[in-house]
């Protein structure tokens, strides 16, 4: 897009956030158009009696290397807003695996042959399921399940590991999940290079991670940002679009997949009706809190169940964040969302005495807030279309839903306002 432009970005979550940096760092002239009053979309920060949370907690690993690259860009200090470690998933009576430090792959296999409370038998399975899809190059059938991968490991490896790690990474039960969007997960985090598998937690608040900083970096350089501004209307002008009553060059849909789909209607009916097919998964954050109380890791994983609704336990002390607050993170939760806040807290209360002893809880915990997130992210099931980013020359869309290799996620969101950015970059010179 040389010269200079005049671009719309509809949408000011992470996609609409790095679509509009890296426009405007290529020297155009970005307009971000954002509903809510706030930035960060469906990774933003709450403030809770005082206290600053997120609408749900977030993990980032090693390997989201465009979303990293980006926080780097608006000024953002990686290692004061992110706790760094290698890949941990253990259980509160310590079975789980831990990887060591180094090349990925080394680490998953020393992770894999110290693992606690798995057999011999359970941890060669394992590096021989692993061993099978690194020579299949990380490719499967297109219509396999999570569960149909696995369904040859041992029922220790699948209930301790996969099924907590599918729920985690693709918010999808491993008995619908796609085969291929995890084996791209597992590619990129397990085998993508020293640190790829490292959690990265959030030890501020995700307004602080991005939104906050790429609000400010654009305004810094120019940009025009309108939030509390829904676009309600989308038209072709010649070789230019009309948004509401602004005419641009170009426009990039980094709006929600309804949203997208609404907008484009009339203009691209085809692409429209892609986007509007995508369904839903909930997820649901029980924020616990208890003066004193410390969890044996930053990061637990809970056995979860009919009673017992969340996979992983945050400790926002340890994070170097808040002491004595705690995130109970219930994936896949459309079940939870139906009993109702009061239901899944008074479970997640109970599993929470349970998970860890009455030992860990100098005084019973209380419940802080329940956030359910009912559109969390898009179901990440086996041959889903997906709508590519190019929608009409000079109009593309971005957000973690469109066509890609990973499920919807931050990395995800960051890619496709990048990759939006470009290929509108492409139509323009063309
Ligand atoms: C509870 C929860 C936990 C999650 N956990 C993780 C995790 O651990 N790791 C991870 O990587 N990802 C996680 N995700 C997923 C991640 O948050 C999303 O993939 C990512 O935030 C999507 O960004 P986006 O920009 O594509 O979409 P969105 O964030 O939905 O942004 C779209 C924006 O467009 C705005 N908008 C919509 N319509 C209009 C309009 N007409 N005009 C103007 N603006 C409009 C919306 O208000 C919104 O701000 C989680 C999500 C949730 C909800």
Request: proline share 6%; net charge positive; with cysteine.
């Amino acid at each position: 897009m040389a010269p200079a432009v005049k671009l719309a970005v509809i949408g000011g979550g992470w996609a609409g956030l790095a679509a509009a940096v890296r426009a405007t760092e290529a020297g155009h002239e970005v307009t971000l158009l954002e509903m809510a009053s706030h930035w960060g979309g469906r990774a933003r920060g709450v403030e809770v009696d005082g206290l600053a949370l997120d609408n749900g907690q977030h993990i980032l690993i090693g390997a989201y290397r465009r979303t990293l690259a980006l926080m780097r860009t608006v000024g953002v200090d990686i290692d004061a807003v992110l706790h760094r470690q290698p890949l941990e998933l253990r259980y509160a009576d310590g079975r789980g695996l831990r990887l060591p430090g180094g090349p990925a792959a080394l680490a998953f296999g020393m992770g894999v042959l110290r693992a606690e409370g798995w057999t011999a038998a359970d941890k060669l399975a394992l590096l021989a399921a692993a061993g099978r899809w690194a020579l299949a190059r990380f490719r499967c059938a297109p219509g396999t399940t999570v569960a149909e991968l696995c369904a040859g490991l041992p029922p220790a490896v699948r209930q301790l590991l996969i099924d907590p790690l599918c729920v985690a990474a693709l918010n999808t039960p491993a008995a619908q999940a796609s085969a291929t969007v995890w084996l791209n997960v597992l590619r990129d985090a397990l085998f993508g290079g020293a640190g790829a598998a490292d959690l990265m937690l959030p030890r501020r608040s995700l307004a602080a991670l991005l939104p906050a900083p790429a609000a400010a970096w654009l305004q810094a350089q120019g940009a025009i940002l309108r939030a509390g501004t829904r676009v309600r209307q989308l038209t072709a002008e010649g070789a230019s679009w009309r948004v509401d009553d602004q005419r641009f060059d170009g426009v990039v849909l980094a709006c929600s997949s309804t949203e997208a789909a609404r907008l484009s209607r009339s203009i691209a009916p085809g692409w429209s009706a892609r986007a509007r097919a995508l369904t839903y998964e909930p997820i649901v954050t029980v924020y616990l809190q208890c003066s004193g109380a410390r969890l044996p890791a930053v990061m637990t994983a809970l056995v979860d169940g009919p009673s017992a609704p969340a996979q992983f336990a945050f400790d926002h002390g340890a994070l170097g964040a808040t002491p004595g607050l705690f995130a109970f993170v219930v994936s896949g939760a459309q079940q939870w969302v139906d009993a109702g806040a009061e239901a899944t807290a008074a479970a997640v209360l109970q599993q929470a005495l349970q998970a860890f002893g009455s030992a860990t809880w100098p005084t019973p915990p209380t419940v802080l807030r329940v956030l359910a997130e009912k559109r969390a992210t898009f179901r990440c099931v086996p041959s889903l279309d997906r709508p590519e980013p190019a929608i009409a020359p000079g109009l593309v869309a971005a957000g973690d839903y469109v066509s890609g290799p990973y499920p919807a996620t931050l990395e995800g969101a960051v890619r496709a306002g990048e990759g939006a950015f470009a290929a509108l970059a492409q139509v323009r010179l063309a």
